[in-house]
């Protein structure tokens, strides 16, 4: 990025300090992942940013700009992260950042917001059917939604326990061997829930409802015969779920249950992965009345920019 008078090929933005100070980033980073996503030069003659480039790539490139400037104006943080985001947003065509989008998980750092057009049909999906799939890659936010919805309808009262459960096939859910309680065997494999829920509700307030056992964690074996009623059930990493345990956890629904399950099928570390109940679960379910499914890709992660590509790479390796 470069300071002087607007090129005759260039669009002006006015932008406040914040704003600008936002489109630029440290050491005008920010700007120029807008550069090189649009192929645009964008300058700062003052008091906002000239955007030169053609047409359609200046229009885009301004729909990121915008998206920018209405973060900082709601008080969001803006890193590299969120430019990547609305620079795909802008790619499709979809800003999903509305404030009527937003979880109502009041969660610390300000509203649960969608950051692609996935998320935040997933969101609606998640307010408006008791069975939810989330299906898709890792890092596109199928669990931390999960977490987050979950946690507003237990502190809004809207149900009476959040209950977290997934197959812990990396001990064979024989858990015997690990010290401590069940909650505390559970834990190892629960950790991505924890700091969800911490970031979501702070951790005075998760801790005190976890010893009320308002938020419940379990591993999957231990969900048999049980009836959870007016529970919000989130069934994480579901693809390492047999099918018996698939059918035995939907089962478990009580009366003003809700439930969403997650998982991505291409992880799948069962010894028969033919034997994972999630896909079967979806090949049986979907369409069901009452039944809703999400469905992921790589453009939806929201982790480090290499996540992407490296699911990119692994899709196009089980492709051949």
Not at 31 to 46: N, Q, Y
Request: aromatic share 4%; proline share 5%.
């Amino acid at each position: 990025m470069t300071k002087g008078a607007p090129r005759s090929d260039s669009e002006f933005v006015a932008l406040d300090d914040a704003a600008l100070r936002a489109v630029c980033g440290a050491n005008n980073r920010n700007t120029a992942l807008i550069e090189d996503a649009f192929s645009v030069l964008i300058e700062t003659p003052g008091g906002g940013v000239s955007v030169g480039g053609h047409p359609r790539d200046r229009a885009r490139a301004k729909e990121v700009i915008a998206a920018i400037e209405a973060m900082v104006a709601a008080g969001d943080a803006v890193g590299q992260a969120q430019v990547r985001v609305a620079i795909t947003n802008a790619r499709s065509g979809h800003f999903p950042n509305g404030p009527a989008s937003k979880t109502p998980a009041a969660r610390r750092t300000g509203g649960v917001g969608p950051k692609t057009a996935a998320q935040a049909g997933y969101i609606d999906l998640l307010g408006r059917y008791d069975l939810v799939f989330g299906v898709g890659p890792a890092g596109v936010g199928k669990t931390f939604l999960a977490v987050a919805h979950g946690a507003g309808l237990l502190m809004r009262g809207e149900v009476d326990r959040l209950v977290v459960t997934r197959p812990a096939v990396e001990a064979g859910e024989k858990l015997g061997f690990l010290p401590g309680d069940l909650t505390e065997k559970v834990d190892p494999y629960m950790a991505p829930v924890w700091e969800a829920l911490t970031d979501i509700m702070g951790p005075d307030q998760m801790r005190r409802r976890r010893d009320k056992g308002e938020i419940e964690v379990a591993p999957i074996a231990f969900m048999r015969g049980r009836t959870l009623n007016h529970a919000y059930v989130i069934v994480d990493e579901a693809q390492n779920a047999s099918k018996l345990q698939m059918k035995m956890v939907l089962t478990r629904l009580g009366e003003g249950a809700r439930m969403v399950v997650t998982g991505d099928p291409t992880q799948i570390d069962l010894l028969n992965p033919r034997d994972s109940g999630l896909a079967h679960a979806l090949s049986l379910l979907e369409g069901v009345e009452g039944v809703a499914v999400a469905r992921f890709s790589a453009a939806d992660v929201v982790r480090h920019p290499l996540v992407e590509r490296i699911v990119r790479a692994y899709d196009a390796e089980g492709s051949k």
